[in-house]
């Protein structure tokens, strides 16, 4: 059982990436922090930033309190949009999250095509739902 591919998967990974970035040094405003996250390095005031911005924060301190106010997936997918945009500027971290999230789909797609004992090689109509698949960035 899984969610790879979605906004809440893609949104959980940014906030865990921001988290660990954050935790891994010890300042209170993360400017200019050079951090590894996800074996990537990065400047974690970009994307904290940004997350500060989206859910309307006012420093990246109170993310974890956030996350943890209220569970429900919309709040998680809802970041799945700086994830699309980080991708689109290059960023290391939000290339690292969507490649995990293409991977994933590719797995879930793989396994149910050999239960369905689908022929090699041969096409097959995929699906996709979600609102991963209606941001338009």
Same mark, same amino acid.
């Given at each position: 059982?899984?969610? +790879? ?11 865990? =990436? ?5 935790? &891994?040094? /010890? ?9 590894? *996250? ?11 930033? $940004? @997350?500060? +911005?989206? @859910?309307?924060? /006012?420093?990246? &301190? $109170? !993310? ?9 997936? $919309?709040?998680? %997918?809802?970041?799945?949009?700086? *994830? ?9 971290? =939000? @290339? ?5 999230? *293409?991977?994933?789909? +590719? +797995?879930? @797609?793989?396994? *149910? =095509?050999? #239960?369905?004992?689908?022929? #090699?090689? #041969? $096409?097959?109509?995929?699906?996709? %739902? ?6 338009? !960035?």
């Amino acid at each position: 059982l899984g969610d +790879e591919g979605s906004g809440y998967a893609m949104g959980y990974n940014l906030l865990n =990436a921001c988290v660990r970035a954050a935790v &891994s040094h /010890s300042t209170d405003n993360y400017s200019g922090v050079g951090n590894v *996250v996800l074996g990537r390095s990065w400047q974690a005031d970009n994307i904290a930033g $940004q @997350i500060v +911005e989206k @859910i309307e924060l /006012s420093n990246p &301190s $109170q !993310i974890i309190a956030w996350t943890y106010k209220d569970l429900t997936w $919309q709040r998680f %997918a809802s970041l799945a949009s700086i *994830v699309l945009e980080g991708v689109t500027e290059g960023d290391q971290v =939000a @290339i690292e999250i969507l490649d995990r999230a *293409v991977y994933g789909l +590719e +797995e879930t @797609i793989l396994a *149910v =095509a050999n #239960k369905l004992q689908f022929e #090699k090689g #041969k $096409q097959f109509p995929i699906v996709l %739902a979600g609102t991963s698949w209606m941001l338009n !960035i």
